[in-house]
Nanobody
Framework: QLQLVESGGDLVQSGGSLRLSCEASGLSLDGYSIGWFRQAPRKAREGVLCLMGGGGSTNDSVDGRFTISRDNAKNTFYLQINNLKLEDTATYFC????????????????WGKGTLVAVFS
């Protein structure tokens, strides 16, 4: 059974940077689609970035402040967030899907429990 554990969340001033990690255990992430999602208070969970297992997705967010990467040797993937903004405050979840070509929140098979990112001005 694949298990995911996030780390790296913190209280950080706006403009700062964080790198979140998602370490997998139990199974290899090779070929899995992997993604980061977030849920702000009183809001629905939303997608941040995703990498398809087949390599069919970009690894840069629309505004360029987020970057997703994976290290298959460490069975870990990451989310780099630069120039943090107040609206980035949320619990960040990592997730993985066995299918190599999906990135939708409803396609994810495995979820971590989340790590909190809180941004202050």
């Amino acid at each position: 059974q694949l298990q995911l554990v996030e780390s790296g969340g913190d209280l950080v001033q706006s403009g700062g940077s964080l790198r979140l990690s998602c370490e997998a255990s139990g199974l290899s992430l090779d070929g899995y689609s992997i993604g980061w999602f977030r849920q702000a208070p009183r809001k629905a969970r939303e997608g941040v970035l995703c990498l398809m297992g087949g390599g069919g997705s970009t690894n840069d967010s629309v505004d360029g402040r987020f970057t997703i990467s994976r290290d298959n040797a460490k069975n870990t993937f990451y989310l780099q967030i630069n120039n943090l903004k107040l609206e980035d405050t949320a619990t960040y979840f990592c997730a993985a899907a066995r299918a190599p070509d999906v990135c939708d929140i409803y396609d994810m098979d495995h979820w971590g429990k989340g790590t909190l990112v809180a941004v202050f001005s």
